[in-house]
C-alpha cells in the first residue's frame, strides 16, 4: 500500500483498498478519514489462537490447523439445491477434510498447494472427521517463524466487528491490519505521559494494536479501558473548557423583583413545593450574574417545572427583555401558549407563538385576547422587541427568527433537543445591545432523569436545579403488568373508569403494522408489534363500541392533533389511543389509565414518562403495562417501574439493565458502543474528570498539549459542539 503522504486525516477516498462502495458504507457510519476507521473498534473477539497438529483434531472441538491444500473442488447435494466445496488438508502429522457449504467462490482464492490455516469445528459425517465450514486463511508459507503478525482473520485472537451496514468483520480486518502496521509508532499519544503513568494506561502504539489484535484477552481489555479513558477525558475537556469559555461571556442582569415574584404566586391556586421554591432560587440569583446561565432543572413528571420556569420568564419581561420557549412537540408548544397565556394573563404581556408546520400565527395580545396575525407581522413584532414571549417548536431558531434583546431562552424536554440544537440557540441571538455581544441565559428543563455519571460528563457545563418532591396530595400510581389472559378484566376496568367520568390513555409503539421497522435497542421483535391504526379499530368496533375513542399519532396534520388533543382535555373523548406523541408533557388532569401495550420496546425512561400522564389528580390513577416479550430483560425492567416512582432512581436502574444508549444525548455526541459502556462507571469518570480538570489548571489553551488539542478540535466538531 502506498501511504508515503497519508496521515491520519486523510480521507478514506485515499485508501487504495477501499472501493466506491466501501466508502459510502463506511460513510454511512461517520468514519471519513483513517483515524475513524483505526477507531473503529471490535464489539467482541473470537479465540481461534489453538493451534493444534491435525492428528491431535477431535471431533466437536474448535481448532486451528496449519496446513497445505491437496484436493479443492465443488459439487452439488443430490438435491442440487446446496453447493459443497470438499478439500483435503495435510500437515506433516496427517490430513483432515474439510467442508464448506454454499460458498462455491471459494475455489477462485484457495487452490491446491495454497498453504492455509483453517478454524472450525470437526465434525463427523458419512465418511469420517470433517472440519466444517472453517473460516480460512492463506499464508505464503508455513514454518517455525510463523508469529502472530502473520495472521489475520485466524490462528490468533481475531477481532469481531459489528457488522452493520453489511460490512464484515473480514474485509475490516483486511482494511485495518495493513494501516496498523503502516501507523506504527506514527500514531501521536494524545494523552500527558503522567495521566497514562497514574492511571496505568497503555500507550496509544500498544492499545490501537491490541484493541485490534490482542496478544490476550487481557490486553484487549487494557485497551479498551485505555480509550474509554480516552474518550471520556476528551468528553470531560471539552465540557470543562465549555464552560471556561461561556464563564467569559456577557449576559444581560436581570435584577430579581421579590414583589413581583409574590404577585405571581398569589395568582397560583396553589403553594409551591420547598424542591419549587429552592429551584426558582438558584435561577432567580443567576439571572443576576452578568454571565450567561446554562441551568437544567430536573423534575420528575408532574413535579411543577413549568411555574418555576415562568417565574423566570416574568422577571426577565419585567426587566424589559424577551424570552424564547420552546418546546420538541407542537402539541407541548400548544399547551404551553395555553398556560402561560392565562398565567400571565393580569401581566401586561404579549405573548407570540410559533411552529413551523402551521403556518398560523397568533399573538397573545394584553388581557387573554388572542389575535391572529401573519408571520411576517409576528417576526416583525419580535424583532423589534414588542413580543415579550416568543412560545414555540423547533420553529424559534429558525435564522430569520431575531430578537431584539433576548434575555433568556427557555428549553423544555431538553433531552429531545439536538446537541447542535442547543448551540444554536446559545449562539448570540439577544442583539447587539450597545455594542456588547451578550448571549441569552438558558433553562433547560427535563424530565428524563439524568444518572449522576452522565450528569457528570455530558451535561457537566451545566449547573443542575433539582426538584425532587411532587406537589402534596398525589396518590400513587399503581402500576401492573397485565399478563394477556387478563386482557379482557383490564378492559372491563376501563370501562367502569369511563363510568366514572375518568379518560384512559392507551399507548402502543407504532404507527402503522409492518415488519420492516429494525428494532431499537437490541431488543428482539419476535412478536407481531401492534400498530395505533389497526388496535384504533379493533378498539373502537369490537372492545369499546359505546365509547368514544381517538387516535393520535405523529404523522397527523398539526390541527388535527390539536383538536384531539383539545377534544380529550375538554373529556368530549373517553380513550386516547396514541403513539409515543403523547410523551412529553400533555397535562390532562382527569385521565387515570394509562395503558401501555408492547411496554418491551420502551425504555424504562419512556414508560415512566407515560405513567407521568396520569394520577395529576386527586382521583386513584392506574398504569397498566402489556407485554409479550418472555425477555428476562423486559420484565426486569418492568419490575423496576412497579417497584420505583421515582424518576431518578429508575433512570440509575435502567443505565444498569439496558446501558446508557438511551439516555439524553449519548447517541447525539457520537459516543462509540464499547465506550457507551464505561459511562456506567462513574468511578472511571471521576478520574477522567479529575484528570482533565488538572491539567486544564496547568494549560487552559493546551498550548504544550498540541496533539491534544488537535484532537479535542475535531472530537468537537465531531459532536458539533460548535
Ligand atoms: P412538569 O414538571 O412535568 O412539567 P407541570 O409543570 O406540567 O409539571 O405541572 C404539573 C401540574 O402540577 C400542573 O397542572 C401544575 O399546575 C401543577 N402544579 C405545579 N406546581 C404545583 C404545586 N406546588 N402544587 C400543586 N400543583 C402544582
Ligand atoms: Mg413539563
Known amino acids: ?92 502429522t496427517g490430513a483432515i477434510k474439510v467442508v464448506w457449504f454454499n460458498q462455491p467462490y471459494l475455489t477462485k482464492t484457495l487452490k491446491i498447494k495454497d498453504n492455509v490455516c483453517l478454524a472450525g469445528k470437526a465434525v463427523t459425517g458419512d465418511d469420517g472427521l470433517y472440519l466444517s465450514n472453517p473460516v480460512y486463511e492463506k499464508l505464503p508459507m508455513i514454518n517455525d517463524k510463523l ?36 501507523f506504527r509508532n506514527k500514531i501521536p499519544e494524545i494523552l500527558p505521559q503522567k495521566i497514562i503513568k497514574e492511571n496505568k494506561l497503555l500507550t496509544i502504539e500498544k492499545a490501537i494494536w491490541q484493541i485490534h489484535f490482542p496478544d ?158 401573519s408571520r411576517a407581522k409576528l417576526l416583525e413584532k419580535t424583532i423589534k422587541g414588542d413580543i415579550n414571549i416568543l412560545i414555540g417548536t423547533h420553529a424559534l431558531i429558525q435564522d430569520k427568527v431575531k430578537f431584539g434583546n433576548l434575555a433568556l431562552v427557555i428549553l423544555d424536554e431538553q433531552h429531545r433537543f439536538g446537541v447542535e440544537q442547543r448551540a444554536h440557540l446559545m449562539r448570540d441571538r439577544g442583539g447587539t445591545g450597545e455594542g456588547l455581544s451578550l448571549i441569552p441565559h438558558l433553562l433547560s428543563m427535563t424530565a428524563t432523569p439524568i444518572p449522576r455519571s452522565l450528569a457528570l460528563t455530558i451535561y457537566g457545563d451545566l449547573d443542575l436545579s433539582l426538584i425532587d418532591e411532587l406537589p402534596k396530595g398525589r396518590k400513587k400510581i399503581i402500576t401492573k403488568v397485565i399478563a394477556p389472559a387478563n386482557r379482557k378484566k383490564a378492559y372491563g376496568f376501563i370501562k367502569k373508569e369511563v363510568k366514572k367520568g375518568r379518560q384512559i390513555f392507551v399507548i402502543y409503539p407504532r404507527i402503522e403494522s409492518g415488519k420492516s421497522e429494525i428494532t431499537k435497542n437490541k431488543i428482539s421483535s419476535w412478536t407481531e408489534v401492534k400498530s395505533v391504526k389497526e388496535e384504533y379499530e379493533r378498539l373502537s368496533k369490537e372492545v369499546f363500541p359505546k365509547l368514544k375513542l381517538e387516535m393520535l399519532h405523529g404523522k397527523m396534520r398539526p390541527k388535527e392533533k390539536e383538536k384531539i388533543m383539545i377534544g380529550f382535555k375538554n373529556r368530549k373523548i373517553d380513550i386516547l389511543v396514541s403513539t409515543s406523541v403523547i410523551e412529553v408533557g400533555i397535562d390532562v388532569p382527569n385521565a387515570t389509565v394509562m395503558v401501555i401495550e408492547g411496554a418491551e420496546r420502551f425504555g424504562l425512561a419512556q414508560l415512566h414518562q407515560f405513567r407521568g400522564r396520569v ?101 468537537r466538531e465531531r459532536i458539533h459542539l460548535e
Open 1 to 92: 500500500m502506498k501511504t508515503m503522504a497519508m496521515n491520519l486525516s486523510t480521507p478514506i477516498e485515499q485508501i487504495p483498498r477501499i472501493g466506491p462502495v466501501f466508502q459510502k458504507k463506511l460513510k454511512k457510519l461517520g468514519i471519513k478519514t483513517i483515524r475513524d476507521i483505526l477507531y473503529h473498534f471490535p464489539h467482541r473477539y473470537e479465540d481461534f489462537s489453538n493451534i493444534v497438529p491435525i492428528s491431535k483434531v477431535k471431533i466437536n472441538e474448535n481448532y486451528c490447523i496449519l496446513g497445505k491444500i491437496l484436493e479443492i473442488k465443488n459439487s452439488r447435494t443430490w438435491k442440487r439445491r446446496m453447493f459443497l466445496t470438499k478439500a483435503i488438508v495435510q500437515d506433516k
Open 216 to 373: 490476550s484477552i487481557n490486553l484487549a481489555e487494557r485497551a479498551q479501558k485505555r480509550f474509554s479513558f480516552e474518550e471520556l477525558f476528551l468528553i470531560e475537556l471539552a465540557v470543562l473548557r465549555a464552560r471556561m469559555a461561556l464563564n467569559k461571556e456577557k449576559a444581560r442582569v436581570i435584577p430579581m423583583d421579590i414583589e413581583l415574584v409574590k404577585k405571581f404566586l398569589k395568582t397560583l391556586s396553589f403553594k409551591l413545593t420547598d424542591a419549587q421554591r429552592k429551584s426558582s432560587w438558584q435561577i432567580l440569583k443567576d439571572l443576576e450574574k452578568p454571565r450567561p446561565m446554562n441551568r437544567l432543572l430536573e423534575g420528575d413528571v408532574g413535579s411543577g417545572k413549568t411555574v418555576v420556569a415562568l417565574m423566570a420568564a416574568l422577571e426577565t419581561i419585567k426587566a424589559g427583555y424577551q424570552v424564547a420557549f420552546m418546546a420538541p412537540t407542537e402539541i407541548l408548544a400548544k399547551q404551553h401558549f395555553k398556560e402561560v397565556s392565562s398565567r400571565f394573563k393580569d401581566f401586561n404581556i404579549n405573548i407570540g407563538f410559533l411552529t413551523g408546520k402551521e403556518d398560523k400565527f397568533i399573538s397573545k395580545k394584553l388581557k387573554g385576547e388572542t389575535i391572529e396575525i
Open 615 to 715: 394520577g395529576r389528580s386527586k382521583f386513584q390513577s392506574w398504569c397498566f403495562l402489556f407485554t409479550d416479550s418472555p425477555a428476562k430483560r423486559t420484565h426486569q425492567r418492568l419490575k423496576a417501574l412497579i417497584s420505583s416512582e421515582n424518576g431518578f432512581e429508575l433512570a440509575e436502574k435502567d443505565l444498569k439493565i439496558r446501558g446508557p444508549g438511551d439516555f439524553s444525548g449519548a447517541r447525539q455526541w457520537g459516543i462509540p458502543d464499547m465506550i457507551m459502556d464505561s459511562l456506567k462507571d462513574v468511578f472511571l469518570i471521576e478520574k477522567t474528570r479529575q484528570a482533565a480538570k488538572e491539567l486544564l489548571e496547568q494549560d487552559p489553551e493546551l498550548k504544550n498539549h498540541s496533539f491534544l488539542e488537535e484532537r479535542l478540535k475535531e472530537f
Open 147 to 182: 508469529s502472530m503478525i502473520n495472521f489475520t482473520h485466524t490462528g490468533r485472537i481475531v477481532p469481531v466487528y459489528p457488522e452493520t451496514e453489511r460490512l464484515s468483520s473480514r474485509w475490516l480486518r483486511y482494511i485495518i491490519k495493513p494501516l496498523l502496521i503502516n
